[in-house]
């Protein structure tokens, strides 16, 4: 009994330990596995999944190995050759030639190596290296922008379903109300208080509140299938968490600072800049291909043991070539790259043109989010008051059901604009950062 009572004080500490662990293993895991993700989670599980995002990776690889094909022209090149020939087979037997002299087991082994490197042609190759790197950077400045324009977009998704689930609760407390309206006019047109038709207008309002629900679900459903699409989410049940209605935030922007901030950090303008380079120095590369080039090439044949008629030969030198005439192949790609420079150069103006409108749009949008907010405010307030009063009077009879009805369904209207007044305020300052090119 003693030996056993050491043995459980042994393991005390390790079981106690293990316990913790777990404890806080389930805590920092219950997110992931009870699917719940917040608008960060869905942005970082998107960065990681998306296949939208994985497609435009690869196109800087393709880009990338471009360049590394580009590069292989400022390295040597060094290759081995062997070659094994029997004579008979090879060549068949030796016409006027008879006897042992035929030598029908002659056999011929033979190596070589041969070393080629352009030493200098007026940077023609380095310019070319030069002009993919570029396009290799600019490609990388593509990817950038697509991630903030896929980050606004699960932004706006993300909202839009906060916006529709607030909806949906407020519809369905709606319904409630009208079927404990229902209720109780049933109640009175038993006993002959009420007439049959303040029946019939709560029950086709009802019904009506209804329909609405079921399409507001129909909607949810496809802003969830949207924004699963754009995480590339492939799991199940996809819970979001929700962000609480709380005071908003008034911020003041100065527009020519958004501006200055656009122009310095939006990555697709980079990524023009860097492609007007890359073209710039593909076109100094095909200039540089009308001088001379100047190659150092080598070689080394070794002959096989035994083979007396075979003589070890080696060779090294300098050659110098001179391109005299091409049929003008060289002025076409020339005159390409030139008119491909320009159009770049044209597009970078209208991108500036478009990143001003972008963010002058943007701010608009957010200033107008704030007036709808606060109008929205009021009109919940007011209506909330005005059914609280409307229902009292038809209680006392001082008014008709459709007063009612009425304010049952301003107010459900007035929730409903401030809920997508509100979301659309998170939504407009994603908007001024994706403008500013600040979206992460």
């Excluded at 906060?162 to 109300?177: C, G, M, N, P, Y």
């Amino acid at each position: 009994m003693k030996s056993r009572y050491c043995i459980s004080r042994k393991h005390q500490k390790f079981i106690a330990r293990l316990f913790v662990f777990l404890l806080v293993a389930g805590f920092w895991t219950s997110p992931v596995h009870s699917g719940e993700f917040d608008l960060a989670a869905v942005k970082s599980y998107a960065r990681e999944h998306s296949p939208f995002l994985k497609a435009k990776k690869e196109e800087i690889g393709i880009q990338k190995g471009e360049r590394g094909i580009v590069r292989s022209t400022l390295l040597p090149n060094l290759s081995v050759h062997g070659s094994y020939t029997h004579y008979k087979l090879e060549h068949g037997t030796i016409e006027g030639v008879f006897g042992p002299k035929q030598k029908p087991d002659y056999e011929r082994l033979a190596g070589d190596v041969s070393f080629n490197y352009v030493a200098f042609a007026f940077g023609r190759d380095y310019f070319n290296y030069k002009g993919a790197s570029y396009i290799v950077h600019s490609k990388e400045r593509e990817y950038e922008r697509s991630w903030q324009e896929l980050s606004f977009n699960l932004s706006r998704v993300f909202y839009s379903l906060l916006t529709v689930d607030k909806t949906i609760r407020a519809t369905k407390k709606t319904i409630e109300s009208l079927r404990a309206l229902k209720s109780e006019i049933d109640q009175k047109v038993r006993v002959g208080r009420l007439a049959e038709v303040d029946l019939l207008k709560v029950d086709v309002s009802l019904s009506k509140t209804i329909d609405d629900l079921s399409k507001l679900q129909t909607l949810r459903e496809d802003l969830m299938g949207e924004l699963k699409r754009l995480m590339g989410y492939k799991g199940g049940n996809l819970e979001l968490r929700d962000v609480p209605i709380k005071k908003v935030k008034r911020r003041n922007f100065d527009p020519e600072h958004l501006l200055s901030t656009a122009y310095s950090s939006r990555a697709d303008l980079k990524g023009i800049v860097q492609s007007i380079k890359g073209v710039g120095y593909r076109i100094k590369s095909i200039k540089a291909s009308y001088l001379p080039e100047i190659d150092l090439k080598g070689s080394y044949t070794q002959q096989a043991p035994g083979d007396g008629g075979f003589v070890s030969d080696g060779n090294a030198g300098v050659y110098v070539s001179m391109p005299i005439f091409d049929g003008l192949y060289r002025k076409g790609k020339t005159d390409k790259l030139s008119s491909e420079r320009s159009r770049l150069e044209y597009l970078l103006a209208d991108k500036k043109l478009q990143i001003e409108k972008e963010v002058r749009t943007a701010l608009e949008n957010y200033r107008e989010t704030l007036v709808r907010i606060d109008a929205t405010k009021r009109s919940v307030e007011h209506a909330r008051e005005v059914l609280r009063i409307e229902k009292l009077k038809y209680r006392l009879g001082r008014t008709t059901i459709n007063f009612v009805l009425e304010a049952e369904g301003a107010l459900l209207s007035a929730r409903s604009l401030y809920y997508k007044a509100y979301y659309d305020n998170y939504i407009a300052e994603e908007n001024i950062r994706l403008a500013t090119g600040e979206l992460k």
